[in-house]
């Protein structure tokens, strides 16, 4: 763990700012393990969403808002594709016609194993939540198994003018029935 005088740097270069880090798709936490060091000094805000409710539930920490939902481009319920590698599982589903004979298909990643309902929720509806305390995202890491254009399709003018970085994940092909 870093020593308190390393705190005292980050906090004089954000200069009393604290910004807002959203992680959907948050399976293992962050990879970075300096910006749970930063939450926990609540230097930053950090959200990390994660469907799986037992992986959710991993996350949890003092200073972290861990939110066990899927995010997606409405408000309700949506099917979930549980896949053997849970890495791969998706609100899409595996697409055969242009996985099948892939190293990861051959291992059987993207196997559909069940499917269930999961509740989903908006980036919007995140932000319109009193008890989060956010204005807006400054940093999105995005990484949902084809789903993420649903949510850049969503952001509103606003999210995407107060974003400052974006880090995501993206496809050559439609791995993913219906992502883009």
Known sequence: ???????????????????????????????????????????????????????????????????????????????????????????????????????YYDRNFYKIVGKSKTKTTTINEILSNKKNNIRSIDFLKIDIQGGESKIFDNLTKNNWNNLLGCKTEAYSSQVYKNCK
Not at 43 to 48: D, P, V
Not at 52 to 74: F, G, M, Q, R, Y
């Open 1 to 103: 763990m870093p020593s308190n005088n390393i705190y005292n740097h980050y906090n004089c270069i954000l200069g009393g700012y604290k910004p807002v880090i959203l992680d959907i798709g948050a399976r293992n936490g962050t990879k970075h393990k300096i910006l749970n060091q930063l939450a926990d000094q609540s230097l930053i805000k950090l959200i990390l969403i994660e469907l799986d409710k037992k992986e959710a539930k991993k996350l949890n920490s003092k200073n972290i808002i861990v939110i066990d939902k899927a995010i997606w481009d409405k408000k309700g319920t949506q099917y979930v594709y549980l896949t053997k590698n849970k890495s791969y599982t998706s609100l899409l589903k595996p697409n055969e016609n242009v996985i099948k004979g892939s190293f």
